[in-house]
């Protein structure tokens, strides 16, 4: 993290006060006195402010409630973005989803934890509510268990889990996240997704209380509860 962020969060220092006093030479990182506002500071570091040891930020945790029509990204010339609805200020998403679905995104400042959710060797386990173009027939369950293969990809997807709500409303699970892997699924068996919603990441459910566009801080449960896969 930017010495400048860490010493705004790590006091009640907004950044431009913050960069002030680092430039004015008042702080020190592990015994030495820097005047750089921009130079990063480990989390383990030790940051001495007016001769006074600060204790260091805690990570940051949210879930948002994506709206239809906002990006996963940080910036973006044309779309609104996951950022201009969260302040960025260090944060990262943690697993994206596209512009045309909503749901559950996860964002946090760590690196570490969105790591253990999205690293493809851990196989979180994602679920997704789907609104398909037509009905399935009758062994699509038994075909999406079994793995489908994707245009381009070299093995079959891993097992996915579909429980049938109605005739075109679905919900999958998937232990794997490539790219717009729910609709080049159901595209690969001859269908089209007409709406898809993330219910699910891990054990972290989407808070029913959240309207499209809103957010909240994870309880500290939320956050060490998180395991991975099913
Ligand atoms: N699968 C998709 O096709 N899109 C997403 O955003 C997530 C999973």
Redesign the pocket.
């Given at each position: 993290m930017r010495l400048d962020r860490y010493l705004s969060r790590a006091t009640a220092l907004s950044r431009s006060q913050a960069r002030r006093m680092i430039r004015a030479g008042r702080v020190s990182v592990d015994g030495d006195p820097v005047k750089q506002p921009a130079i990063p500071v480990a989390m383990q570091a030790e940051v001495v402010l007016d001769g006074e040891l600060l204790a260091p930020p805690l990570p940051r945790y949210y879930m948002l409630n994506k709206p239809l029509g906002v990006v996963c990204a940080t910036q973006d010339p044309s779309q609104r973005t996951v950022f201009d609805i969260l302040r960025p200020d260090g944060l990262h998403i943690a697993g994206?989803?596209?512009i045309d679905?909503t749901g559950l995104v996860l964002v946090t400042d760590d690196g570490q934890w969105s790591h253990r959710i999205t690293a493809p060797a851990n196989h979180c386990a994602k679920t997704?509510r789907v609104g398909l173009a037509e009905p399935l027939p009758k062994d699509a369950a038994e075909q999406l268990r079994r793995g489908i293969c994707l245009r381009h990809e070299a093995k079959p997807t891993r097992p996915a889990e579909l429980e049938i709500l109605s005739d075109r409303d679905m919900r999958l699970t998937l232990t794997e996240?490539k790219y717009?892997?729910?609709?080049?699924m159901f595209a690969a068996i001859g269908n089209r997704?007409t709406s898809?919603h993330?219910e699910s990441i891990g054990t972290l459910v989407l808070d029913e209380g959240l309207s499209a566009g809103e957010y909240r801080p994870l309880w500290p449960d939320e956050v060490s509860v998180y395991r991975i896969g099913r």
């Amino acid at each position: 993290m930017r010495l400048d962020r860490y010493l705004s969060r790590a006091t009640a220092l907004s950044r431009s006060q913050a960069r002030r006093m680092i430039r004015a030479g008042r702080v020190s990182v592990d015994g030495d006195p820097v005047k750089q506002p921009a130079i990063p500071v480990a989390m383990q570091a030790e940051v001495v402010l007016d001769g006074e040891l600060l204790a260091p930020p805690l990570p940051r945790y949210y879930m948002l409630n994506k709206p239809l029509g906002v990006v996963c990204a940080t910036q973006d010339p044309s779309q609104r973005t996951v950022f201009d609805i969260l302040r960025p200020d260090g944060l990262h998403i943690a697993g994206r989803l596209d512009i045309d679905a909503t749901g559950l995104v996860l964002v946090t400042d760590d690196g570490q934890w969105s790591h253990r959710i999205t690293a493809p060797a851990n196989h979180c386990a994602k679920t997704y509510r789907v609104g398909l173009a037509e009905p399935l027939p009758k062994d699509a369950a038994e075909q999406l268990r079994r793995g489908i293969c994707l245009r381009h990809e070299a093995k079959p997807t891993r097992p996915a889990e579909l429980e049938i709500l109605s005739d075109r409303d679905m919900r999958l699970t998937l232990t794997e996240g490539k790219y717009h892997q729910v609709k080049r699924m159901f595209a690969a068996i001859g269908n089209r997704v007409t709406s898809l919603h993330r219910e699910s990441i891990g054990t972290l459910v989407l808070d029913e209380g959240l309207s499209a566009g809103e957010y909240r801080p994870l309880w500290p449960d939320e956050v060490s509860v998180y395991r991975i896969g099913r």
